[in-house]
Structures are given as C-alpha cells and as structure tokens.
C-alpha cells in the first residue's frame, strides 16, 4: 500500500519520478485566472484560514451543500472558525475529489501540516493555520512570489480603468508581473439584463456616449489599445455554445438599438449581434498579437432562488450539452479566410466534446507557428486526476503534446497554485506510463526537456512574457 500525498503521489514509474524532478522547479505563469488585481496591490495579510481558504471558492461551497452543510456555514454569516469547521467536517467524505488533494497539498506547502483534516484534527490545524497567518507571510503578493509564479493574467472588463495594474507596474518591489487580460462579456451579452447597466459603466469610462453600433464598437476597439498599453497579452470569452449568424449591418444597428432600450432579443438577432462583435474583436486581437481564449460549454445559474440570494459564481453553474462544433468551425474559417485568425486557445467544458475540441484545432495551425491554436488545459469540471488524463491523451492522440501551454488555475484563490503541481504530476506520471509501456523511446533528456517546456517555457514562448 502507498502512502497517502508522499513525495511520489501520482508517480507510480521511475520515469515519471524522474520528470517531476525537472518539471516541479520551472516557474509558474498563471495565464488565466480569476484574482484581484486591487487585493494584490492592498496586500493585506488575511485574519484566518477561513478566510484565506473560503471566501471565494465555490467549489469548495458546491461540496459543502452536497455533503449537506447549511447555507450560513458557506457563503452565509456564522464565523470563520464555524465555517472551517464545516468545511473540516465534510472533507472526509471527498473521496476521489481533487479538492480532497487539493486541500493536503495547500496544508502541505504553505503551512507544513502533513495530517489529514478531519472533525477531529480541525481544531489541532485551525489553531496551526492561524499562528503561522498571525506572524505573516500570507499576504497575497507573499503567496504569489512563495509558490515561484512570475507572471498572472487576470479577467478585466473593458470599462475596467485598470488602475491597480498600473500601480503594480510601478512597484519594483514585487517580482511577479500583473497582466490584465481583456475579457468583454457584458459586451457581448446583448441579451443579458446586466448590458444596459454595463453600457452605462462603459460611457462612463470612455467619456463617450455609446448610441449606436458602429460607436460601440469604436469604443471597445479603442480599449483594447488601451489595454495593450497597460500590457495585456491575452482576451477571455466565455460561451455555452459559439454562436454563427450574419445579417446586414442596418440590421445589426437596430439589433443593438433594442438591447441597448433593454429590449428582448430573438435567438437569431443575439447570435447575429454576437458573430459580429466578436469577429471585430478578434481581428484586433490578431493586430495586437495577443491571445483569444474562448471557454465553451457552462450553463450558468442554474438555481434561480440560489442566484437572486447570493449572485453569481456561487457554485450553480453546470456543464452544458449543445452542440458547439458547427459554429466554432465557421468562426475559426471566417477568421481565416481573411488571415486575421488571432492566436487561440479552446477550452471545452463538456469533457464528450474532448475529440471534438482534439480534432478542431489541427484545422488551422500552421503559418510557422509552433501550435497556434492550443487545446486548452482541463478546464473546471475536468481539473481532476480523470479530467486531465483524458485532455493529455486527446492531445496526444491527435496533436503536438509537445507543444502544449499547460495548466492555469482559473481561481480567485491565492492558495491554488498547488493546483500547478497536481497538473505536473499528472503530466509526468502520464508520459512515464507511455515509456514504461515501450509506447515512447525512454530518452530521458528530451522527456525532461517536454516536462519542463509544458509545465512553463511553451506558455511564455506562446504569449510573449
């Protein structure tokens, strides 16, 4: 029997230990996440481990409500040690759950605790966690330059002022790049109730009044120059399906007239609106040589009661089962045809839809880039041992796995970067089985080299950083 999280968890072959050795010293780059640019500048040391551990993690509340906790030990009011006391009491029953390795692995690196938390060491590990907070050192930018990351990209609004990455720009202090990523989905979200409110926040931003189509777009393009200015490399869009429409462009004009007046939209008049906007976008993208990353397939909000109490990315959201090939193809090709095709990562969320995804992005590579279009890493519901194993072998099946950008944490969470060391165990672990099968030649070096390019040097090729 093997011991519980040693230091040859997930490495069952000599190969697979060996690559570790060389994957886990790369740095980190974390080029997609859900952090605060503003709570990085503040950098405030935290009260506690509740604190520190569950004030934004819905996937830790999503497994608190299924053990059966009450909402008021979740997002609600009782206190920090009541909540963590819930949360030590659940996680016994999170078998198979990568929040069970996850958990272990943030006592493990961040704190030295090496016991299991359960009812019954959750007082002995309450009291630990917080003496090592109280004396400092888990501030965020700490725990940021702790865990050996180099470079964030964070999720910014187009009417963002992006004020708190230029402060961390000027401060030479601290040796971790803060990069905004432009993510325009209240732009997009013509069919939201939320795009009247945000048009308003944008006109306030941009010192513009946004009364038509052609203005918002100007707008917006104007921004995204702003955003290179402050550094971005990269955009964010999240779809449950990629929408493909056209109409002509007086249409689109009376389209966004009835958004903007908060008007209802058929299906087709929002998948035209949303086409065309994004294809304006992404040829900016291409222009300013940055990357678009587009996350497919979550169907969110799912409990309304739930949603009208605590808002959203709260833990109700789920996977989604449209059929998203059709309209990603045609918006790949119309992108293409016009050699404005951006840099590209697809994240799918519907793990049925991996060999879909696998398959798309040999359709446009290319041009003498090194993998323009990345399949990206195993994303929210898929970042567990399964998850990860079956994008891997996807990409190895029908890609260049050599020539994958890796992992991100995709989390609000400054203690998620353990989560960087469960991918690179899962990946070595994954290539040793192939050489210990007689499946790849065992050529130590360049295996180790492949760890090390996955676990870092292909992403910060691949973004520029």
């Given at each position: 029997m093997k011991k519980f999280m040693d230091d040859d968890f997930l490495l069952s072959t000599d190969t697979a230990k060996e690559l570790f050795r060389a994957a886990k010293e790369m740095p980190i780059f974390d080029w997609h996440c859900h952090l605060s640019p503003k709570e990085i500048y503040e950098n405030k040391n935290p009260d506690d481990i509740a604190e520190l551990w569950l004030s934004y993690d819905h996937y830790k509340w999503r497994a608190m409500r299924s053990f059966g906790i009450d909402e008021k030990y979740i997002t609600g009011d009782a206190d920090g040690y009541d909540k963590f006391k819930a949360w030590a009491k659940t996680m016994p029953y999170l078998i198979g759950n990568p929040l069970y390795h996850w958990t272990h692995l943030?006592?493990?690196?961040?704190?030295?605790?090496?016991?299991?938390?359960?009812?019954?060491?959750?007082?002995?590990?309450?009291?630990?966690?917080?003496?090592?907070?109280?004396?400092?050192?888990?501030?965020?930018?700490?725990?940021?330059?702790?865990?050996?990351?180099?470079?964030?990209?964070?999720?910014?609004?187009?009417?963002?002022?992006?004020?708190?990455?230029?402060?961390?720009?000027?401060?030479?202090?601290?040796?971790?790049?803060?990069?905004?990523?432009?993510?325009?989905?209240?732009?997009?979200?013509?069919?939201?109730?939320?795009?009247?409110?945000?048009?308003?926040?944008?006109?306030?931003?941009?010192?513009?009044?946004?009364?038509?189509?052609?203005?918002?777009?100007?707008?917006?393009?104007?921004?995204?120059?702003?955003?290179?200015?402050?550094?971005?490399?990269?955009?964010?869009?999240s779809f449950s399906y990629i929408p493909y429409a056209r109409c002509e462009k007086e249409e689109l004009q009376e389209i966004f007239k009835k958004g903007a007046a908060g008007e209802k939209l058929t299906v087709f008049e929002s998948d035209c609106y949303k086409t065309d906007l994004l294809t304006e976008l992404a040829k900016e993208y291409a222009s300013c040589g940055w990357v678009m990353e587009l996350h497919v397939g979550a169907l969110r909000n799912n409990n309304t009661r739930m949603f009208e109490k605590i808002g959203a990315d709260s833990?109700?959201?789920?996977?989604?089962?449209?059929?998203?090939?059709?309209?990603?193809?045609?918006?790949?090709?119309?992108?293409?045809?016009?050699?404005?095709?951006?840099?590209?990562?697809?994240?799918?969320?519907?793990?049925?839809?991996?060999?879909?995804?696998?398959?798309?992005?040999?359709?446009?590579?290319?041009?003498?880039?090194?993998?323009?279009?990345?399949?990206?890493?195993?994303?929210?519901?898929n970042d567990n041992y399964d998850g990860m194993r079956k994008q891997l072998a996807t990409l190895a099946n029908l890609g260049c796995l050599g020539k994958f950008i890796g992992m991100v944490t995709d989390s609000r969470s400054f203690l998620s970067y353990p989560r960087h060391e469960y991918f690179r165990r899962i990946l070595c672990e994954y290539i040793g089985d192939l050489v210990e099968e007689g499946k790849y030649p065992h050529d130590t070096e360049f295996l180790k080299k492949v760890a090390e390019d996955i676990s870092y040097n292909n992403a910060a090729a691949y973004f520029g950083i």
């Open positions: 943030e006592l493990q690196r961040y704190f030295g605790i090496y016991k299991t938390l359960s009812p019954e060491t959750c007082d002995e590990i309450w009291e630990k966690c917080n003496a090592k907070i109280k004396k400092g050192g888990f501030s965020p930018r700490e725990l940021i330059e702790k865990s050996g990351v180099v470079c964030v990209c964070t999720t910014d609004d187009p009417a963002d002022t992006l004020e708190y990455h230029k402060l961390l720009a000027k401060d030479k202090s601290f040796s971790c790049r803060v990069l905004p990523a432009f993510r325009p989905e209240k732009a997009l979200g013509i069919d939201s109730p939320a795009f009247v409110p945000w048009l308003s926040k944008l006109e306030n931003t941009a010192g513009v009044k946004i009364d038509s189509y052609e203005t918002l777009k100007k707008v917006l393009k104007d921004r995204i120059r702003y955003f290179d200015s402050v550094g971005c490399l990269a955009s964010d869009h833990g109700f959201d789920s996977i989604d089962d449209c059929n998203t090939a059709s309209g990603l193809s045609k918006f790949l090709d119309s992108l293409d045809r016009e050699n404005s095709l951006p840099k590209t990562v697809l994240f799918n969320l519907n793990p049925r839809d991996n060999f879909v995804y696998g398959s798309m992005i040999g359709n446009f590579q290319g041009s003498g880039n090194y993998s323009k279009i990345q399949y990206g890493a195993a994303w929210w519901f």
